[in-house]
């Protein structure tokens, strides 16, 4: 029922900046939780960030004080910051939304890939 779509991933250099956007089909008001993971090659996905709907936020140590979640629910979006990106933050970034139903449901982007240079 919902989609959601990612986009805003790129090549930059260590110590640039980011944003990723997570647009979702349909109205995202009632949710439960939604967020960031990521995976690198080889590796399992990874926790990044998430945002409550009474808009509390959670980080992992590796990426607390550089990244921040946001949304805008008028624009049904999800928006990932990152700054201070080093090159162990490459990987493939994919947000998720836990709906507000019952049962819940979760829905996961296609995912947008993010690559740093050292």
């Known amino acids: 029922q919902v989609q959601l779509v990612e986009s805003g991933g790129g090549l930059v250099q260590a110590g640039g900046s980011l944003r990723l956007s997570c647009v979702a089909s349909?109205?995202?008001?009632?949710?439960?939780?939604m967020g960031w993971y990521r995976q690198a090659p080889g590796k399992q996905r990874e926790f990044v960030a998430s945002l409550s709907s009474a808009d509390t936020t959670n980080y992992p140590g590796s990426v607390k004080g550089r990244f921040t979640i946001s949304r805008d629910n008028a624009k049904n979006t999800v928006y990932l910051q990152m700054n201070s990106l080093k090159p162990e933050d490459t990987a493939v970034y994919y947000c998720?939304?836990?709906?507000?139903?019952?049962?819940?449901?979760?829905?996961w982007g296609q995912g947008t890939q993010v690559t740093v240079s050292s």
């Open positions: 998720y939304i836990v709906c507000r139903t019952w049962p819940p449901l979760d829905y």
């Open positions: 349909g109205s995202i008001r009632s949710y439960n939780s």
